[in-house]
């Protein structure tokens, strides 16, 4: 029985140093993601982190165009992560600056802006790939390649993940506030600067999340593990260790049936994200109707 539980659980990471290098990257990024991802559901500002994921392409696109893309002699394609991510982050805050503009001065419309920049982004990224790439390039770029994660990637997840938690936690309170009561925070003139930055933190998030996951995928290790965590506690404490704790069980499980069924990592990891989700949904309906049928009997 223990053999057969090693061979599962654990010969794959000890045989095979790409499973060990993604396995790193993806707890890392689990660390971040988990209290990011309670902040976006506690503001309600999932579709604003969908149309991120999406913003960061077209500038990652560009950088690949710049200097991310040459054929060797072997005719392997190299990327330069610098070039992507940089590229990423600024067209990023671009299209934040755009829709808070949009949102500012049309209130009513602000949804309307958001999914037309999420169209747009996702448009024009595919085809500034398309122009110098091929389409194992473009769907590298939408899905990602967690097993292709290198040295220089993992570096930048873990200092991008040690800098989220270095500045969630220094203004954990003044970000709970604002998820709770954002008026207090208009009144206290602080609103402006703290907005700013958690979206610069959710957007750095995304781009190192974006050579892991790619561009349709990257918010939902992000989203999911917090959307399961909120089923089980109301404190947002309590729903960051969950989100996190859920985001690395899903890590975890995503690559050992990526790599025993011979599926795709990125798909298999959100997979199990997303049935965690629909275990916790179940299990807090569960609970409800116990509760109801309690209070009804003690009625």
């Known amino acids: 029985m223990i053999p057969h539980l090693h061979a599962w659980l654990i010969a794959p990471f000890e045989a095979f140093g790409f499973m060990r290098m993604a396995l790193v990257a993806c707890l890392a990024l689990s660390l971040a993601n988990g209290p990011l991802g309670t902040l976006l559901t506690l503001r309600r500002m999932s579709l604003d982190g969908d149309v991120l994921s999406h913003a960061v392409m077209p500038g990652a696109a560009l950088g690949f165009l710049y200097a991310g893309h040459s054929l060797a002699a072997h005719s392997v394609a190299t990327y330069s992560v610098a070039a992507m991510s940089a590229g990423g982050l600024a067209s990023g805050i671009a299209v934040a600056c755009l829709a808070g503009l949009l949102a500012r001065g049309r209130t009513r419309r602000g949804d309307q802006g958001l999914v037309a920049?999420?169209?747009?982004?996702?448009?024009?990224?595919?085809l500034l790939v398309s122009l110098a790439g091929s389409n194992v390039d473009v769907m590298r770029v939408l899905f990602g390649t967690v097993l292709a994660i290198d040295v220089p990637s993992l570096l930048q997840i873990a200092a991008v993940a040690s800098l989220a938690l270095l500045l969630?936690?220094?203004?954990?309170?003044?970000?709970?506030?604002d998820s709770f009561d954002p008026v207090f925070l208009e009144v206290a003139r602080g609103r402006s600067?703290?907005?700013?930055?958690?979206v610069i933190l959710v957007l750095l998030d995304l781009v190192v999340s974006f050579q892991a996951f790619g561009t349709l995928l990257a918010v939902g290790p992000m989203l999911l593990p917090a959307a399961a965590a909120?089923?089980?506690t109301r404190t947002a404490g309590g729903m960051m260790v969950l989100a996190t704790a859920f985001g690395m069980a899903a890590c975890y499980a995503g690559l050992l049936v990526s790599y025993h069924a011979n599926l795709p990592s990125g798909p298999a990891i959100v997979l199990?994200?997303?049935?965690?989700?629909?275990?916790?949904?179940?299990?807090?309906?569960?609970?409800?109707r116990l509760d109801g049928l309690v209070g009804g009997n003690a009625a």
Request: hydrophobic content about 65%; overall charge positive.
């Open 117 to 126: 920049f999420y169209l747009v982004a996702l448009s024009a990224g595919v």
């Open 168 to 177: 969630l936690a220094a203004f954990y309170r003044t970000l709970a506030v």
């Open 193 to 198: 600067f703290v907005r700013g930055m958690f």
């Open 230 to 232: 909120r089923c089980w």
């Open 272 to 288: 199990s994200a997303g049935l965690l989700y629909g275990f916790s949904l179940l299990a807090a309906a569960l609970k409800d």
